[in-house]
């Protein structure tokens, strides 16, 4: 099955500061890789996804790039602002018998902004 | 909408005990999950389902079943509750039968098994 790994498993940078969280997976055939961002006390959100189609998506202060040879995709966060504080999670979906079904998440990175 | 709901939010149970977790979601979404979160362990999957009356297994199914007689509930009942089972459970649906889009998640229910 899917395996995917997540580094740095805590971060803490300046605001102002980009920060840069890391994933890795197995299954070459999985083709969909969602960020999650969760704050405390709550369930995760989505706050980008890119497909295997695609290189590199942006949205505002927030990027994803997807290196399918190497089988690694990565968030990167500019100019932080204190209320990104939170877990972030990488994940990964894997096709089984052809059919998507099952999303496979990293272990989570605890990203603190420092004022 | 309400989106995800799920309920208890808090449960202390004993060893040996059995329980169900509820999660209602009210966007008619056919695809339905439930999650545990450990400390340095992240999300594992524990059970899905891909319709009413359709589920399977997950990473780490053992301990726990599922049902799925409606669209919009999707249980999770521990059988025999273990100190193992002490973790953070969080309920989650998207659209559609896989994974083309965003995973909608419920604030999650934390167990306690003493």
């Known amino acids: 099955g899917e395996n995917v790994e997540q580094h740095p498993s805590t971060l803490s940078v300046q605001e102002g500061d980009s920060a840069v969280i890391k994933c890795t997976y197995s299954d070459s055939a999985s083709n969909y890789f969602p960020w999650y961002k969760q704050e405390l006390g709550k369930g995760p959100q989505l706050i980008i996804d890119i497909r295997s189609n695609v290189g590199e998506k942006k949205d505002q202060r927030i990027a994803v790039t997807l290196n399918k040879t190497a089988k690694h995709f990565s968030l990167h966060i500019t100019e932080t602002q204190p209320e990104d504080s939170a877990v972030y999670f990488c994940?990964?979906?894997?096709?089984?018998?052809?059919?998507?079904?099952?999303?496979?998440f990293g272990t989570g990175t605890l990203l603190a902004v420092q004022p | 909408n309400a989106g995800v709901t799920q309920t208890p939010k808090f449960q202390v149970l004993k060893t040996g005990q059995s329980m169900t977790l509820q999660c209602a979601q009210d966007m008619n979404h056919e695809y339905m999950s439930w999650y545990r979160q450990d400390p340095g362990m992240g999300l594992r999957l524990i059970h899905y389902?891909?319709?009413?009356?359709?589920?399977d297994q997950g990473e780490v199914p053992n301990g726990y079943n599922v049902s799925r007689s409606t669209t919009e509930d999707f249980p999770l009942r521990l059988l025999s509750a273990a100190p193992s089972q002490t973790s953070v459970y969080f309920c989650?649906?998207?659209?559609?039968?896989?994974?083309?889009?965003?995973?909608?998640f419920g604030e999650g229910s934390r167990l306690t098994v003493l």
């Open positions: 994940a990964a979906s894997w096709a089984q018998g052809g059919a998507t079904n099952k999303l496979i």
């Open positions: 389902s891909v319709g009413a009356g359709i589920t």
């Open positions: 989650a649906s998207t659209e559609g039968g896989g994974y083309t889009g965003e995973l909608f």
